[in-house]
């Protein structure tokens, strides 16, 4: 399945995609064909160009509305061939139109145990409401925000004394194994969603 990583920062999550794919033992399904980022400049551009996988930046600012911005991005997905794509720290709301166009090959990973913690500052959330057990999730993205049906998750224990940076380094390490996990059973099409939303699994477990 050939993949494509939308992203706008450092990388660590699109890093962990590629260490994993072109890793022989895994006898990987996916393959990343492309980077997209709405930001240039940035890390995960230059861990692309080291992996030898194309890049693309596509700046929101060129584009006044949301979908002209979710276009463009589309049309350079298509370009590329790409059938499934994954948000790795891609922080722009993606329109209802270019949802419907992916529904049930796009993932993205959040940095709390969804439900609980939507948005953009989960490890402060977290630390606010005084949660002894934090994690990550991966789940498919629907229009509504850190709302879709969800692939995988791994818990992570909150520490006395964690700071903000200190729970998102913790948490990280669980995304690091958690995403290309959830990758593969897309990417093999052993997990999908249904016509309502709802996941469904072929694998055992
Ligand atoms: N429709 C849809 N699109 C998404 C795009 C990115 C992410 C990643 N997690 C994100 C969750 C929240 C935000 C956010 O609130 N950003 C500030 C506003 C930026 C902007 O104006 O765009 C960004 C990414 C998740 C989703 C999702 O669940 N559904
Ligand atoms: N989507 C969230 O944004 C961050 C991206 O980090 P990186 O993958 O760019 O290092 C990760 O914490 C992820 O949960």
Redesign the pocket.
């Known amino acids: 399945t050939k993949v494509g990583v939308l992203i706008s920062g450092t990388g660590t999550n699109l890093q962990a995609l590629i260490d994993h794919s072109i890793d022989p033992k895994n006898n990987s399904a996916a393959e990343i064909v492309l980077v997209v980022s709405n930001i240039p400049g940035v890390k995960g551009l230059e861990r692309a160009e080291k992996a030898g996988i194309p890049t693309k930046v596509i700046s929101h600012k060129g584009y006044k509305k949301r979908e002209e911005f979710d276009r463009k991005v589309h049309e350079a997905l298509m370009e590329a061939g790409v059938e499934m794509i994954c948000?790795a720290g891609?922080?722009?709301?993606?329109s209802g139109w270019f949802?419907q166009q992916w529904t049930g090959s796009l993932l993205?990973i959040?940095p709390s145990l969804l439900p609980s913690f939507k948005?953009?500052n989960a490890h402060k959330l977290a630390l606010e409401a005084g949660v002894r057990v934090s994690g990550c999730t991966v789940h498919f993205?629907?229009?509504e925000?850190?709302?879709?049906a969800i692939v995988a998750q791994e818990a992570v224990p909150v520490k006395t004394g964690d700071t903000v940076e200190s729970l998102q380094e913790r948490v990280k390490t669980a995304e690091h194994k958690c995403y290309p996990r959830a990758m593969e059973l897309v990417a093999r099409r052993l997990v999908g969603i249904d016509s309502q939303g709802k996941l469904v699994r072929s694998d055992t477990e």
């Open positions: 948000l891609f922080m722009r709301i993606l949802v993205n959040h948005g953009m993205v629907v229009e925000v850190d709302a879709g």
